[in-house]
């Protein structure tokens, strides 16, 4: 039982790191229809960033909030310059981008940083709560996934950018004909969900250890939870990646067949799908004739 | 009175394909003016072509500056409020939301400009927390003109406003624009089917038709005229 | 002021003779022509050449699989290196266990794929856009490690190896050589049946659903069926590929199915375009010639150059090469044609 519980919980951990980059994939599918398949390798760039500033000699905290700054006005101009381009055009080509963004950011990290594994600090202490269940760092992870959620939510239903940005991805026809910049919109949901990615990546790299393959199984995970909570929804974001990071740990631990653990994880979360094929929380699409 | 809008020569596109064939029409300051027409004469076309929303050829002034080749935001920021076909509510969001998005370029004097909103339309405040997709025609008709209003613009732009709704609700909604008008001060260019209704109340008309304007005058000046009668007011 | 020229202008009807023959026999010369080339070309090439170039016919009807299915029904998938693989399996094991003649694989390996796709099919009809990817994706990710689990009859980590094909012994061709021909062979039979399944009833069916749904639901199409058939259709075509690629590279280990193959096969069929036949070809050139050429631009970060062609091309052809060219192409034409039979278009109005 004791197993069970603590399985259960660094599963929590775990999945509140996807449930971080999940939100990220939301933001940028309510705004721009798209999935960010790079997002995962944007925030191990933004990651690399925190690293050199740290190794620099900057407080934890300091080099923590430049490199959101950085990735955000990072995610702006990618937004910008590279996903503007294919913005009308067909999905495909969009998606084509965003994979060639993934490998682009993958190979640089590896050119500029070598693919040696690095330590990275966390800001939490790593030590054990709750009668050996958790960690405070697993507390930690989960308190700011928490925080970023509730903030994302204030930023979106308090202030008149939210507001806006909401209108600009509901009907970006009628936001223009109110005076809203429809193209900065876009731009800021982008730096947005590359802070939020940044964010991810810095609380996953005192667990997995920073290089450039850091985040590629953490996307997959994300997108799974992304789509299980429902891709248009961020609370389902959240409570997807939770899941999906629960159902991974759990899988792992009791599965006999090791090797086939992402298979059977998998199996499991389709599985769900199948009976609610817009996620848990996502609204269906509907279609007007 | 120095005309609010001018559109001379104008050409405007659907794509590749010449809709509206170089008309001119012009807004008296402070006046009504309404387009009349059949359907697909090129009527929604010219609206959209004076806020940017597709290819056009020719002239756009408004109150002295050129619109043509402007994007939407900055027509709208200029003082051009649109009210488009089908009224482009935000349904998913909130009436109260959906107001405060039509002063987002004036955000500091929101809050009063959405109070002057329910003054005018009474059963917006008291939907206010609703979702604009469950609201009635006739009150997402109001809704978008307020929404359009709380820019404070020197110039509204109505697109269809009495399309699909039953006449008491019509004849409810141009009230209230007329009140608005001249409380507010502002321009009205108007399209319409409903030629009698918009004839009663715009100062100036123009009968478009196929893309060319056929008929311009007063609007008494039309409704007199014996062949405009007979083909768009049946009698 | 000038009426525009109404619907199908005289000149440009299928009826009509260009120097003595129609449009369409113009068109078989042409592919003639160019199969008569591509018959040609191995015996002036080097023998690694010669294998380059019969994987890029390899690749190509597998991408070809994956724009029935994507092209021509809006589903995206990302997981047809699994049935790649599958179909490379299904011809392995058949080939190493039971002896069976590499030509002879062919059948079963399309069989079984084509089974696996509508069983793929059926479920995927509920999901859409992102979910229809992720459960492809699923798929993708699931392959290497189902092919390691099972090794009894995969061989597992190894792999299986196989001996490689002679030609038939009264043919004056080596090896390769006749491998190129021979899939050459199966690529025509693949464009050509791709062509009439898609020119068709079919095809106009497929395009409907894609766009319309309701519609094509409203007009008696019964969506499912064709959606269903389409995907087994799609992953029958990507099985032969595999079971094609088995036979010619003589090795089949998990490592060569990773997610990275169904990466691929989606970036070929964008790049030379998603609803084409002739793109297909263009996406196996670039599946089989871009990572070498970036590796050869730069050794330090050569994935970086690859995404950076996979951009290029994006922006500047985004419905592909085929798609963009093609359009351009017959528009050049038919302007051509109407200059001829001798009427003048003015002003700006198109129809």
Redesign the interface.
Known sequence: MHQLLQQIFSGLAAGAIYASVALALVMIYRATDLVNFAQGEMAMFSTYIAWTLVNAGLPFWAAFVITLIVSFAGGMVIERLLIRPVENAPVLAAVIVTIGLLLIFNSVAGWIYSYTVQDFPSPFPDRPVFGALMTTRDLGVIAVTLVMLALLFAFFRFTSTGLAMRAAAQNPVSARLCGIRVGRMLAIGWGLAAAIGATAGIMVAPVLFLDPNMMGGVLIYAFTGALLGGITSPVGAVVGGLIVGVTENLVGTYLIASQLKLTVAFALIILVLVFRPNGLFGTAIVKRV | MAPILELRALKAFYGQSEVVHGIDVAVEEGGMTVLLGANGAGKTTTLRAICGMVRSEGEILFAGQKLHRRATEDIAGLGVAHVPEGRGTFIGLTVEENLRLGGYTRRRRAQEGVQRMYGYFPILAQRRRQQAGALSGGEQQMLAIARALMMGPRLLVLDEPSFGLAPRIVDDIFAIVERIRRDERVSVLLVEQNASLALQLADHAYLIETGYVVASGTAKALADDPQIRRSYLGY | ?ERPLGIAAPGVLAGDRYAGLTAGAWRWIAALVAIALAAALPFGLSKYHVFELTMVMIYAIAVLGLNIL?GYNGQ?SLGHGGFFAAGAYTAAILMHRYGVPYWATLPPAGLICFVLGILFGL?AL??????L???T??MA??TP??L??FDTWTGGQQGINLVKPSPPADLPLDRDRWLYLFVLVILIVAMRIAANLLHGRTGRALVAIRDH???AAAMGINNARYKTLAFGTSTLFTGVAGALAAIVVGYVSPEGYSIFLS?SF??G???GG?ATIGGAVIGGLFIEYVPNLANDISE?????V??????V???SM??GVVGTLAPLISQRRRRLALRWAGIERKG???S
């Open positions: 002021m994507t995206i479920p509920r999901f859409e856009g992102p979910y990817a992720l459960v994706l699923a990710l699931a490690q189902l390691k689990y749904p309701i519609a990466v989606l970036v069929s964008a790049v998603i330090a970060a050569p994935w970086a690859y995404g950076l062609a996979m951009l091309f994006m922006y985004p419905r700006s109005v198109e």
